[in-house]
């Protein structure tokens, strides 16, 4: 653990598959002239709902509302699909949204109040002002769009990949195609022979695919190119929780633990649990029939049972029933566990087996049941995407860091050995700065979700810290975890790398809390503390 204080900071270690991506053409339906006239229609519609001029205008309503239909958020997801998909993921790809169910409270990754949920990288305290950051990103890109300045769009950096090249085809004069998954336009580029595709930037690549439509209609060339895809048998890398078309043909499950007996959250991501088909008594479990129909690559949703009551991994089925077994793989542990208060009344959810019945183990899942729960899981576990890390070794550490060599040394050998040591000095010598790139240096790489960071004040108690009860909206009172102690499940869930706690300010901390720190104490001890 890595701590400091105003004279102060702390850093505690812990210790693809390939999914076919099915490219369905709407031409094979309605024919390639309707199809056509249809996004056609959706681009005129789109340009005469959001004008470019109208853009500096738009309100925090208009850009996000839970009246779907209307806003630009969901004309750029839902309305406008015909004209390139960004479907699936995370709502936070919007940059700021307004949520239904509040869920990403100890996420230090994002912020938000009670109607709206925005990046913390924006640095802003309110919805309207994380908005002006985004409404200003869009004008950005829409603008440049508009004059064929595409290169600008590498460098904006507050919205996503995805969500922004759709932006820039909406504006671009049909000078863009409707493609923006990075990896689709570089084997698009690579059929059309060019050379070291896969280090471009999208507007290069954009640029190259261009030259190769001629005097093609743009839509007429868009067809073509979903057909070149589809014939190559285009395979996207991506996690096998892929929420996207990509499971269009599979299954979904609720799978129940009972940390009494076993648990999800424990499970090592790949570890893969046996489950027999009968309980303990010989009798089969209830609605077998539910065992028998689950399928190999089967998504499963995995949800520990009291006192947990917690969706904490997602898994998949690796070995169908043979009668007497079934096996499931741990795809993905879930740094933000959703708790069951935040989803049990979702009108969406009504119907599912497990809401109406409890009693049993696995559960059918419908597929809208599905996308409701998924998309809650990404609002506070927003999927890594798929690319290189930046490398970060000792070498670096000493060109950005005021250091000798030898206090390096000196201070890695420490953490590792003792794991955990303060950075006391003067407020402003850069002693977060220092702990940061120390945790850097010793994973190797820059790797932001292996690393929290926290700021320790008068009032952090225990129950922030690790877990307490909290009272709840029925009057009652409900198991609230820290964000220690996610931090925790997150490093058990990998226990193959090391996870990094930065505490600021701890001795602006309440010290005489003691459980607090003995919660943070490292001890070669086989005995038990009662706190």
């Given at each position: ?89 995370s ?139 589809k014939?190559?048998d ?5 996690e ?18 009972s ?24 009798n ?10 689950a399928?190999?690559?089967d ?9 947990v ?7 998949e ?6 009668g ?42 419908a ?31 000493l060109n ?35 702990a ?25 108690s ?10 709840n909206?029925?009057g ?48 070669k ?7």
């Amino acid at each position: 653990m890595l701590v400091t204080m105003s004279v102060t900071m702390s850093v505690i270690i812990f210790k693809k598959r390939k999914i076919m991506n099915d490219i369905k053409l709407t031409s094979d339906k309605i024919g390639k002239k309707e199809v056509k006239k249809l996004r056609q229609k959706l681009l005129k519609d789109f340009l005469h709902t959001f004008p470019l001029d109208s853009l500096q205008g738009m309100t925090l309503e208009q850009y996000t509302n839970l009246n779907k239909d209307d806003s630009f958020c969901y004309w750029l997801e839902s309305r406008t699909y015909e004209l390139g998909s960004i479907w699936g993921g995370s709502s936070y790809k919007f940059g700021i949204y307004e949520y239904r169910i509040k869920t990403n409270i100890h996420n230090t990754k994002f912020i938000s109040d009670e109607k709206y949920a925005w990046y913390a990288r924006y640095n802003k305290p309110t919805a309207q002002e994380a908005f002006n950051v985004v409404k200003n990103a869009i004008i950005k890109i829409a603008t440049n769009a508009s004059y064929g300045n595409f290169e600008v769009l590498d460098t904006i950096t507050e919205l996503g990949e995805g969500y922004r090249w759709k932006i820039a085809f909406l504006y671009s004069n049909n000078q863009l195609i409707p493609i923006y998954k990075k990896d689709m336009l570089v084997q698009l580029a690579t059929h059309f022979g060019l050379a070291g595709a896969k280090a471009m930037p999208i507007s290069k690549l954009q640029a190259f695919l261009m030259q190769q439509k001629g005097d093609k209609d743009i839509f007429d060339y868009y067809e073509e190119l979903l057909t070149i895809l589809k014939e190559l048998d285009y395979v996207q890398t991506t996690e096998a929780t892929n929420e996207t078309e990509d499971n269009i043909n599979k299954q979904y499950w609720w799978l129940v633990a009972s940390p009494k007996i076993w648990s999800f959250s424990k499970m090592k991501v790949g570890e893969i649990q046996d489950y027999t088909l009968y309980n303990e008594n010989g009798n089969p479990r209830r609605i077998f029939q539910n065992f028998v129909n689950a399928k190999k690559g089967d998504i499963v949703i995995g949800y520990e049972a009291n006192p947990v009551k917690q969706i904490v991994a997602i898994a998949e089925i690796d070995t169908p029933s043979d009668g007497q077994h079934i096996c499931f793989k741990k795809v993905e542990s879930l740094q933000y566990p959703i708790d069951y208060a935040s989803f049990k009344d979702a009108p969406e959810l009504k119907s599912m087996e497990f809401i109406q019945n409890k009693n049993g183990s696995l559960f059918k899942v419908a597929p809208d049941e599905y996308e409701y729960l998924i998309d809650l899981i990404r609002e506070s576990n927003p999927k890594e995407e798929n690319k290189q890390l930046k490398p970060y070794t000792q070498e670096n550490f000493l060109n950005e860091v005021y250091m000798s060599e030898e206090d390096y040394t000196k201070l890695r050998l420490l953490l590792q050995n003792k794991k955990n040591i303060i950075l006391q000095g003067a407020p402003g010598v850069g002693k977060t700065f220092s702990a940061k790139r120390l945790a850097y240096s010793m994973m190797g790489d820059i790797h932001e979700s292996r690393i929290e960071f926290i700021q320790f004040h008068q009032n952090y108690s225990y129950e922030d810290f690790m877990m307490g009860y909290r009272p709840n909206e029925d009057g009652g009172f409900e198991l609230k975890k820290g964000v220690f102690y996610n931090f925790c499940k997150r490093a058990q869930s990998n226990p193959d790398k090391d996870y990094y706690f930065i505490i600021d300010e701890i001795n602006r901390g309440n010290l005489s809390k003691k459980s607090v720190v003995n919660m943070m104490s490292y001890r070669k001890t086989t005995s038990s503390i009662r706190l």
